[in-house]
């Protein structure tokens, strides 16, 4: 009976909770999407917003002019008739020439008195009441101009009073010495100094001859008695003259359309008009003012400061970072056509079966650009070599000739598109690109800041 009342105990059936693997399943989801999100390189948005570019405008410029260095024939003083800065006609006297250097010594020993006209004292204070309301402690160096200044008004009245007296002075000492004028072969403005730029050309400059640092400047007028083939004074002939600035390779792409500039000289704040052009020798880039007046106002100048107006660029502003370059099949513009289940723009492609039947489907297709002859296609859409149709068919094109087109990536519908640009100016951080382009972008479009970061077509967000 005990046997009949034993209970048997049976294990339970171990049941699978459904909620329990869905929740793990979502678990390691969520945790394979964080971790994927904090390891990606994620796109930062820029907004595009309307703006104008001010552009970098201050530049030293090199100073070329029709320059000629005139030697002296014979040894002896010399005495200087002309002021620097002077116009001189041909056949008009420059300097004279004391071979033996009696009258000089007459002078130097304080035998013949030199007075001042009251153009002389003129001159002299002039000078003078310029240097003090210029002076301060941070153009001490000017100092040195004054002093260079005063010698050439002394030389200047020792040689005009030698002149004015050598018959009177040969009379009352008995003097008789090789003493005479020498005029000037050519017309033009006279001045006292030698660099070794004369006769540069723009094709000859450098970059290095900008470095005002390393710039020798030889003064010509001397009390010395001089050798001959001795450097003794330079002619600028004719008005024609130029200023070389160097430029960096962005603003020689901005200012290509540039004919004509207003100007401004920093040195006294002379405002100007100038031819404008662009050259490059090498590597380097530069600008160049062509003027025809104004030479006699800066002849003793080799580099001058200036400030270049541009009118401001209105545009799209957009980071230099968000630019990028993408290469485009060109089509000529016959081959484009209609089809599909749209009325969309397309190419018709050449395909071919296994067994050898040519098939003609209809690939829809973005026009990124378009000009009088080509419209611009993706590459991704077509291996290099496709055949397409014309729409009758009777014209075949292969895709090979590539060209390049700027742009940036638009995020607008939350994946990056290519959309082209036209770049008017730029700076350093910022490009003004022309608004309301064809297959362009728009102010307030959302694009990448950084178009190395953004991948075409993938969704972003």
Known sequence: MSENNKVVKFRKRRSI??????????????????????????????????????????FTGLVLRNEEIYYSSEAGYIGYYRKDGDRIGKEEPIYSVDDSGEIYDVFANGETTVTLSEANRDEVTNTLHLFYQSYSEDTFYKTYDLKEEASDIVAQLLSETMISNKQQIEEETGITTSYHMVNSNKSGIITYYMDNFEGLKPENITIEMFNQEAYQKTKLKSTEMLTTNSPVYKLVLG???????????????????????????????????????????????????????????????????????????????IPLSSIVEKDFYLVPIEYLTKGGNSNSDGLIKESYSEKGDVTLPFVETDIYYQDEEFAYIDKALFEPGTWIRSATGSDRYQLNVTEKLTGVYNVNMGYAVFRRIEILTQNEEYYIVKKNTSNGISAYDHIALDSSTAIEQEIIY
């Open 17 to 58: 909770n459904i909620g329990i693997i869905i929740f793990i399943f979502l678990f390691i989801y969520i945790a394979i999407n964080v971790y994927i999100y904090m390891t990606k390189e994620h796109i930062t948005i820029y907004e595009v917003q309307e703006g104008s570019n001010i552009m970098d405008t201050e």
């Open 239 to 317: 008005e024609d003259w130029s200023i070389i600035l160097p430029i960096t390779p962005e603003q020689y792409q901005s200012y290509q359309d540039t004919e004509y500039i207003d100007f401004t000289i920093l040195k006294d704040d002379f405002k100007a008009k100038a031819k404008f052009s662009l050259f490059q020798n090498g590597q380097a880039y530069y600008a160049k003012l062509d003027l025809n007046k104004f030479i006699s106002r800066y002849i003793d100048d080799r580099y001058l400061d200036v400030e270049l107006s541009f009118t401001a660029t209105d545009g799209l502003k």
